[in-house]
């Protein structure tokens, strides 16, 4: 395991549902993040928590939610999706500054039909 | 705003060449430079961190450079296997005050032809 843990690792869902993605590390890191990776795309940076509070929020359409209830646990609530937002949803954690490098979650394979 | 280039794109070569893959960025002023690997519909698993003061670092196989006056940064494999088939991704960690966030490639797809 990686230290940070991602569930479900796949996940099918209609676009009127409503679905979470949970992330979870116990690197004892301060900051948090979502990544969407689409086919033959890079990296897009969605969000981020440093101590527990929203930093960054790259435009990301409403119907993606995020919360972080605590340092360790951060979730991304999906509704009403679109076929579009099919990919693959990575968490990674970090100190929130310094010389520290990234550690990613295995990720979520999304499908949204 | 740092942007981060790697080049090639894809790589193919037998298995046993050693090869380079590259990493260039546009902003010198980082935290450090971390290399990845990504094998299809996975995370990405750490290869090395070199700190911004660093000239390189190594793991087993794998080599990794830093100049960063020049913006570069070169991951070298020796006698590659087809287990190394992977993408393999570089990041930038800024310097900036507010926005230190990782800056990524788009990665480099090498097949290692057995």
């Known amino acids: 395991e990686t230290g940070v843990t991602q569930t479900p690792r796949h996940l099918v869902m209609g676009m009127t549902n409503k679905k979470s993605l949970k992330c979870e590390q116990h690197?004892?890191?301060?900051?948090m993040y979502w990544y969407k990776q689409s086919a033959k795309k890079p990296l897009e940076l969605m969000f981020v928590?440093?101590?527990?509070?929203?930093?960054e929020n790259n435009s990301v359409p409403s119907r993606f939610s995020p919360e972080c209830p605590n340092s360790s646990h951060l979730f991304l609530h999906l509704h009403t999706l679109q076929p579009e937002d099919s990919a693959l949803y990575l968490c990674?954690?970090?100190?929130?500054?310094?010389?520290?490098?990234?550690?990613f979650g295995s990720g979520t394979r999304l499908t949204v039909v | 705003k740092q942007e981060v280039t790697q080049i090639p794109a894809a790589l193919s070569v037998p298995e046993g060449e050693n090869l380079v893959l590259n990493c260039s960025f546009t902003?010198?002023?980082?935290?450090?430079l971390q290399w990845f690997r990504q094998d299809p519909g996975k995370g990405l698993t750490s290869l090395l961190l070199?700190?911004?003061?660093?000239r390189e670092q190594t793991s087993g196989r794998l080599n990794a450079s830093l100049d960063k006056s020049s913006g570069r940064s070169t991951l070298y494999i020796a006698a590659s296997q087809p287990g190394d088939s992977a993408t393999y991704l570089c990041?930038?960690?800024?310097?900036?005050?507010?926005?230190?966030?990782?800056?990524f490639g788009a990665g480099t797809r090498l097949t290692v032809k057995p």
């Open positions: 070199i700190q911004s003061s660093q």
């Open positions: 990041a930038v960690r800024p310097l900036l005050y507010n926005n230190n966030d990782m800056r």
């Open positions: 990674a954690s970090s100190q929130e500054r310094g010389n520290y490098g990234y550690t």
């Open positions: 928590y440093s101590l527990e509070e929203r930093v």
């Open positions: 690197l004892g890191h301060n900051a």
């Open positions: 902003d010198s002023a980082i935290y450090n």
